[in-house]
């Protein structure tokens, strides 16, 4: 953790990021708003905040618990924000405060599901779309953990390296570096041992 | 290194294309949130806390008025105890050789005392001026020390059964202080849990924020 921190601080130093990341600056004064307004019951700054993050939930979500139950999930960490939204002490740090929320909720289905009995995948609500989209996805699953969630929120929610980072409170250059080293092993995972593409 | 990874801008790598397509598919649609029918924040926080707090007053209750029971059987024993206590020093005391005078002394003396109290009595009465008065006069009660010893247990009693009582009785208090101890730490135990649980749960209303 310390080692990848350092070299994301050492990357930022030596100038690899060319381009600027200006999503904190203007993000967080409209977030402060859009908090308040939901703590004031304004039902049209719930909805936007929730267009704004829901897809980095989706994406916290899907590196850690089963692709048919995320659906449900992103649905309760948001019922849970609106209950406990009142007890976020800054604002500004909404983004990082929600990843924190949905990464608890995960680790909550996990151990819920413990307790009682799991179904298998074949039973699950919703199939996973394509087969080979799910194939890979349990590749990004098998990497250490520091690498799922970017890679995930990358490739599949969309998100920029620079929106990742604003949207979860990571550094820049954590996330710069955890992409990039993620994205390695999943080359050398999909190649195979033999060198093929998986 | 490509940039096109970080941040999307310039060429694209092929398999960052293809993982950004196939991957694609998995991406979340916003779907409409279902909000409870009144929505505001303050609402849905106190509607959250009104259903825990029946749960945790209730526990806190019940662990309250078992500790309060036990606490007030705890004093009637002690209360018991003391009375015991008490009733063999005063039976100790009452053993010692005291030098009383012999109940024949004693009658004669109460009956000089009723006789003269009855002369003056009905003098009194007779008297026109205070008869009236003197009509709501009782005589005063004297010390009848002879029907008091009698009333009074007999010494040689008091040496024999007392102890053996004393005997047996600090037995069965010293195992009702042993199972009242024993259910005082349980009571408390139970207490203990039902304040820490309420504070993790207090806990959990607290923000999360890093």
Redesign the interface.
């Given at each position: 953790m310390y080692k990848v921190e350092a070299t994301g601080d050492l990357l930022g130093m030596i100038g690899?990021?060319?381009?600027p990341v200006a999503a904190p600056m203007t993000e967080a004064p409209v977030e402060v708003a859009l908090v308040e307004a939901?703590?004031?019951?304004d039902?049209a700054a719930?909805?936007r905040l929730?267009?704004n993050y829901?897809?980095m939930v989706?994406?916290i979500l899907?590196a850690r618990v089963p692709?048919g139950e995320?659906?449900d999930l992103?649905?309760d960490v948001?019922?849970t924000v609106?209950?406990?939204?009142?007890?976020?002490?800054?604002a500004e740090?909404f983004g990082?405060?929600l990843a924190?929320?949905t990464r608890?909720r995960a680790m909550d289905y996990h151990r819920r599901t413990r307790e009682t009995s799991e179904l298998p995948d074949t039973l699950a609500h919703h199939a996973?779309?394509?087969a080979?989209?799910?194939e890979?996805?349990a590749l990004i699953r098998e990497l250490p953990e520091a690498y799922r969630e970017p890679l995930?929120l990358?490739?599949?929610?969309?998100m920029?390296?620079?929106e990742i980072a604003a949207r979860t409170?990571l550094a820049p250059a954590s996330v710069?570096v955890n992409?990039?080293r993620g994205?390695k092993l999943?080359?050398e995972r999909?190649q195979g041992p033999g060198g093929k593409e998986h | 290194?490509s940039?096109y990874?970080?941040?999307?801008?310039g060429e694209p790598d092929e398999?960052?294309k293809q993982?950004?397509q196939?991957?694609?598919?998995?991406?979340?649609e916003?779907?409409p949130?279902?909000?409870?029918e009144d929505?505001?924040?303050?609402?849905?926080?106190n509607s959250?806390r009104t259903q825990q707090r029946p749960f945790q007053w209730q526990r806190l209750a019940v662990a309250a008025s078992l500790l309060l029971t036990l606490l007030a059987g705890a004093w009637l024993i002690m209360s018991q105890h003391n009375i015991e206590v008490r009733r063999e020093a005063a039976e100790q005391k009452n053993v010692a050789p005291t030098k009383v005078a012999a109940p024949q002394e004693q009658a004669a003396h109460v009956n000089r005392a009723n006789e003269e109290f009855a002369k003056e009595f009905s003098a009194a009465q007779a008297h026109p001026a205070v008869s009236k008065r003197v009509n709501y006069l009782r005589p005063p009660r004297v010390f009848n020390r002879a029907r008091a010893n009698a009333t009074r247990r007999a010494p040689q009693a008091l040496t024999t059964e007392p102890q053996a009582q004393v005997a047996t009785m600090t037995e069965q208090q010293r195992e009702a202080t042993q199972q009242l101890l024993l259910a005082l730490r349980i009571a408390s135990a139970k207490f203990n849990d039902a304040r820490r649980e309420m504070q993790e749960a207090s806990a959990g209303?607290?923000?999360?924020?890093?």
């Open positions: 690899t990021s060319p381009t939901v703590r004031g019951g039902h719930f909805d929730y267009h829901s897809r989706h994406g899907l692709y995320v659906d992103v649905q948001f019922l609106l209950r406990k939204i009142d007890s976020l002490r800054d740090r990082p405060w924190m929320i608890n996973p779309p394509q080979e989209a799910n890979v996805l995930i990358r490739f599949v929610e969309g920029t390296g620079p409170g710069r992409i990039h994205m999943l080359r999909l | 290194m940039d990874l970080w941040d999307k801008s398999d960052v993982l950004e196939l991957l694609g598919a998995l991406r979340y916003p779907r949130l279902q909000l409870p929505f505001s924040a303050r609402a849905a926080r959250f209303h607290k923000p999360e924020t890093r």
